[in-house]
């Protein structure tokens, strides 16, 4: 399974030609208009960032006690769970009753505030016996990580859903798959409580913790990813430090999600492994490293306004946004979902209102005179391309033969070979 998630991996689907046009033609303003707090960090989602911990053991034993129904949560719904807790979904204080679920299905916006939100945050249960009043016990592997009070239970228009927030309700798309097959029946809606973090094999620094990691009256630009990175990803952020709308002195926040992917992703303890090495391989102050708990649902452009809303909670002002960025293709045709610049119009349509500014990911290759460069200076310059591609990068992998370095960091290779190998 792991040589099948390496090979996912690996195929980049022609990640050194895949991103967008240079950063001057893709841009916002150079004003930055963020709203900040008193230590000069960028105001979460809201102005308020929620924080649903529970930390007296008494009270948690207390509540605890008052649930009338248990139910395990799915790798997913403990991802959500956390997110709630420590505050990733500000403002959100629980699980999206049907009223606000609804609405943040039809038109990306919750009822009350009106801010902006790019996909609904719900819990789903087969139970037919949970009603609304009653609280459920969230449990991650026998772990107690939360209370849900039930406020509202509903069947969901599954089909509505997908084709809004994924703009298919093909089976198709891998979320829609998730949305149909994996959740249950029922949705469950209401206020969270959060009695204890998610126990992982590898940690996830809260928003509070990662704020206090970064910066103050600083630009903190986010680069997002699933998985490890590669040459060409850091010859993307470290660039991005210098776009034109990125004031001097800022950094970089490397925030892979970890959570649940798509099936033949690489397991989340092999990618947090890979960016391990490599942070202490680099050593580069301007380079921050933090890990989101969080469940992609590969749905594009309203994906891509989720991960903006979620990085900026966590203190992030610039958002680099990638070619088809959360993108999809058919399991069964091969073809794209979503157009290639569909996540980054999108997201640079709605950054203002957001509150953030983008910086679209540079489109680089690797040249034999000059290392990195971007594409329009090794065709202006007729400089010589190297290309390898991911079916031969797999080969050497599984052989044992060295990768080019200008392609992938040694700490990096010997990471995903040693887990293939054990595989």
Not at 169 to 189: D, I
Not at 228 to 254: D, I, M, Q, S
Not at 363 to 381: H, I, L, S
């Amino acid at each position: 399974m792991l040589q099948q998630s390496v090979k996912a991996f690996v195929g980049f689907r022609g990640l050194l030609s895949k991103y967008a046009a240079p950063y001057s033609t893709r841009l916002f303003s150079t004003s930055t208009g963020f709203k900040t707090d008193g230590t000069g960090r960028i105001l979460p989602h809201g102005g308020e960032l929620v924080d649903l911990s529970v930390t007296d053991p008494q009270e948690k034993k207390e509540l605890a006690a008052s649930c009338k129904f248990t139910q395990e949560c799915s790798d997913r719904n403990a991802c959500d769970v956390e997110l709630l807790s420590v505050g990733g979904f500000s403002p959100l204080k629980g699980f999206m009753n049907r009223d606000v679920y609804d609405h943040v299905v039809a038109n990306m916006r919750l009822p009350q505030s009106n801010l902006i939100f790019g996909l609904p945050v719900v819990f789903d249960t087969e139970n037919e016996a949970v009603k609304e009043g009653d609280r459920v016990l969230l449990k991650y592997k026998g772990q107690n990580i939360g209370v849900l009070e039930v406020e509202s239970k509903w069947v969901p228009n599954k089909a509505k859903e997908t084709k809004e927030c994924y703009r298919t309700s093909s089976l198709e798309h891998p979320g829609v798959q998730m949305v149909a097959m994996e959740r249950g029946k029922y949705y469950l809606g209401g206020k969270v409580w959060g009695l204890d973090i998610p126990k992982r094999e590898f940690p996830c620094a809260t928003p509070r913790e990662v704020r206090a990691l970064l910066p103050a009256q600083q630009d903190v630009v986010v680069f997002q990813c699933r998985n490890p990175v590669h040459r060409a990803h850091y010859e993307l952020f470290t660039r991005a430090l210098h776009a034109p709308n990125v004031r001097p002195g800022a950094v970089c926040l490397v925030h892979p999600t970890v959570g649940p992917t798509q099936d033949d992703d690489i397991p989340g303890i092999v990618r947090y492994h890979t960016y391990e090495v490599l942070k202490a391989e680099l050593q580069n102050p301007a380079i921050k490293w933090a890990y989101l708990p969080y469940s992609m649902h590969m749905a594009g452009p309203r994906e891509a306004i989720q991960h903006m809303l979620i990085r900026k909670n966590y203190g992030c002002t610039h958002f680099i946004v990638g070619r088809d960025m959360a993108g999809s293709k058919s399991c069964l045709t091969g073809e794209d979902f979503y157009g290639i610049y569909d996540a980054q119009d999108f997201a640079k349509k709605h950054a203002e209102e957001l509150g953030m500014q983008t910086v679209p990911s540079a489109d680089v290759v690797y040249t034999e005179e000059r290392g990195y460069v971007t594409v329009d200076e090794a065709k202006k310059d007729g400089l010589h391309v190297r290309k390898l591609s991911g079916t031969k990068f797999r080969q050497m992998l599984r052989a044992g033969e060295d990768i080019p370095e200008w392609f992938a960091f040694k700490s990096v290779v010997s990471v995903l070979r040693a887990h293939t190998q054990s595989s």
